[in-house]
Each structure stands twice: as structure tokens, then as C-alpha cells.
């Protein structure tokens, strides 16, 4: 599932910064949706992941378990 969630990721900015080094300002505006949107989706997952693996705090067994 991790694989999945970074793929997603990378896929959507990849687009988005091809689109950025282009002269034609038209194509930013479709690009900075999918990369603040997969840049959201990541954050929500890693909020989720250390939820998950550190519920009462920081552990090194957590750590662990979360690698």
C-alpha cells in the first residue's frame, strides 16, 4: 500500500513540474491543482502512518514496526 500511496504521488507531480518549466503560463494553474492535492494526500497518509504505529508517543519498537 506504501508503494501505492508514493507512486500516486510522483506520478501527479511529475506532470505538474513539466508543466512548470514551460513558457505558456496557461498549463500552471492545471498543474498546481494535482501537486498541492497529492502533496495533501501524502501528509494525510503520513498523519495516519504515525497515528497508527505511535499511538502513546514515540517508540523504538514503533519505529520498528512502522519500517
Known amino acids: 500500500m506504501r508503494q501505492v500511496a508514493q507512486g500516486g504521488g510522483g506520478g501527479l507531480?511529475?506532470?505538474a513540474d513539466q508543466?512548470?518549466?514551460?513558457t505558456d503560463p496557461a498549463p500552471l494553474g492545471s498543474s498546481a491543482g494535482p501537486l498541492r492535492t497529492s502533496m495533501y494526500i501524502g501528509a494525510l497518509f503520513a498523519a495516519?502512518?504515525?497515528a497508527t504505529f505511535?499511538?502513546?508517543?514515540?517508540?523504538s519498537s514503533g519505529l520498528h514496526a512502522m519500517a
Open 54 to 59: 505511535f499511538p502513546a508517543g514515540a517508540t
Open 19 to 22: 508543466n512548470a518549466l514551460q
Open 13 to 15: 507531480t511529475g506532470p
Open 48 to 50: 495516519a502512518a504515525n
